[in-house]
């Protein structure tokens, strides 16, 4: 389970882009995830994720998706960029140690995919969902991912 400590049920747009690119980039590797809701941490379950690489492109995608929506001030992207390396400095017990290599790949990596075409409609239309209050199963996150990627109208990131 990857821990917010932003976690609330008040709708925060922040925290849905964040939720939206977490799971986004999470599907885009095959990997299942648990309920999504502005009222709970994302649920994914480490032990089936094979490479941590993985695990740190997915931390990063959450991040570099509430970035590309709501800043374009360097400030809050140093804050981004400070909340996912504590995440990641935390998982190296769990994953081995990190290096700044891993680091700059996982942030390249995360934040490439998440606004690329098809991806970032489908981070735009699961915080959209999240922002409403819905609580979205897997299987229904999974549906709102495809059929976004797929639309023909196309968001802009804007940071």
Known sequence: MIANARTRTS?????????AGYAVVAAHFG???????LARPFDLD???IPERSQLLVILYAGHSAEAARFTNNSRLHTEQSSRFLALAEALAGYTGALDALDVRRARLTGGTIVKQPGDWEAVGALAERL??????????????IRSASASPTRMQATG
């Open 46 to 48: 480490l032990s089936r």
């Open 31 to 37: 990997l299942r995830f648990g309920t999504l809701s």
């Open 11 to 19: 709708p925060d747009p922040r925290l849905a882009y964040g939720l």
């Open 131 to 144: 922002m409403a209050g819905e609580t979205l199963g897997y299987l229904t996150a999974r549906q709102v």
